[in-house]
């Protein structure tokens, strides 16, 4: 019992951190980053790179961050982050040109880069296998509470107030996110946790940092898992950064906008823990599998169907599916892991989940720019539809049970 109470009490530390700390990254860009990066007079292709600048960090230090979150521990890894987190929004308010937009949300993806594979590592180092998925699935869902929230605060502060008071906001709630950090992560902590994450930190000490990157690098079902990933970003960053400028094109407000981005979190939210719970009783990848085909009709049914009546429903379809990929991915991440490299696994699930979502915004906004937003959210539902038959073929062909390298 006492186990279950530890680990639960650090999932609500971090979930408290991760929900202000999101909430403020995105209230940040959704739903006004697009659209404030068009009054600057950015193009399609532009607006494109501006959304993906913040993930290209993901790509540099995702490993290095987990790496040495084996090696030294999570805390300060989390705090370092965290302060990233509180000074990037106040950044926002002397920008002038698209390439200071662009700059500053380079300067701010270095804060979600070293946060997200840390503080999942710290998750499953505290969780087992039988509840790891439904673990790393409710921090998720604490932080989706503040990712939903986001977009219909900033679209309503942005109608009201401009975008000042949108990045005012979100300053504040980042420094919350830190404060509190800093106060928990001060406690003492239980002697039983203080011991693992000390073996934790001596295995990792043990393994030299290129040899552990080989390992990871070389091991197929962690780059199966990655390339999962990577689709699934593609297609939630692509479509974050087209969907508010197409419903705009259908005669929505940004405030309605906002107010949909939110919807479509609202039902993950509430399911994802029980999505993590099934991916721990009935496997990852047909969870995955189920996920992706959801996306995937979301996406054609999106650029068939021109209606705002339709749109309410299909976006809740998304974010159910999406739900369901991620709250898998993760926990697979984590089952690969070896000891003491549990941090650089989900370091470079990370790093591929960046790759894939820095490169969708700018690809899908020159194909929007060329042809149309329908056209656009057509091509991330083919995306999807290979993606699922991909890990389709995957799980026919594991006949016999993972072995570790």
């Known amino acids: 019992m006492k186990t279950i109470s530890c680990g639960m009490r650090m999932i609500l530390m971090i979930g408290c951190c991760g929900a202000l700390a999101i909430f403020s990254s995105t209230i940040s860009k959704s739903p006004i980053l697009p659209i404030f990066a068009k009054s600057l007079g950015a193009t399609g292709a532009q607006i494109g790179w501006i959304a993906s600048a913040s993930t290209i960090p993901g790509i540099l230090i995702s490993y290095i961050a987990g790496d040495l979150a084996d090696r030294f521990g999570y805390k300060k890894i989390m705090v370092g982050s965290l302060l990233i987190f509180a000074t990037a929004p106040f950044l926002y308010l002397a920008v002038q040109s698209p390439m200071e937009l662009g700059a500053v949300r380079f300067y701010h993806g ?3 880069a070293a946060f997200g594979p ?3 590592a710290a998750i499953a180092a505290f969780s087992n296998k039988n509840n790891m998925g439904q673990n790393l699935a409710l921090y998720s869902s604490a932080t989706l509470i503040g990712r939903a929230l986001a977009p219909t605060a900033g679209g309503t502060l942005y109608e009201i107030k401009g975008y000042g008071s949108v990045y005012l906001v979100a300053g504040i709630a980042a420094i919350l996110a830190m404060a509190a950090a800093v106060w928990l992560f001060c406690k003492p902590q ?23 990157l080989w390992n990871v690098l070389r091991y197929r079902p962690l780059l199966l898992v990655g390339l999962l990933d990577a689709c699934a970003y593609f297609a939630y960053g692509a479509f974050e950064m087209i969907f508010p400028l197409y419903a705009k094109q259908l005669g929505m407000s940004t405030a309605e906008i906002g107010l949909l981005l939110g919807i479509q979190l609202v039902g993950t939210i509430l399911l994802k823990p029980l999505f993590g719970r099934a991916s721990d009783r009935f496997g990852r990848l047909p969870m995955v599998i189920i996920g992706l085909l959801t996306c995937t009709l979301s996406f054609f049914l999106l650029a068939i169907i021109k209606s705002t009546f339709a749109i309410t429903p299909l976006i809740l379809i998304y974010g ?6 991620t709250a898998s991915t993760s926990a697979l991440a984590a089952d690969v892991a070896r000891a003491g490299q549990l941090g650089a696994s989900l370091g470079i699930l990370s790093t591929m989940m960046d790759v894939g979502q820095t490169f969708g915004p700018p690809v899908i906004g020159s194909i929007s720019d060329t042809y149309s937003y329908t056209a656009g959210i057509g091509i991330l539902g083919i995306l999807l539809l290979l993606a699922t038959i991909g890990c389709v073929i995957a799980q026919i062909k594991q006949h016999r049970p993972t072995r570790s390298v």
């Open 110 to 112: 270095f804060a979600t």
């Open 118 to 120: 840390v503080a999942m």
């Open 190 to 212: 239980d002697s039983e946790n203080k011991e693992t994450a000390q073996k934790e930190e001596l295995e990792a000490e043990k393994i030299p940092f290129l040899k552990k």
């Open 320 to 325: 159910l599916g999406f739900a369901l990929i």
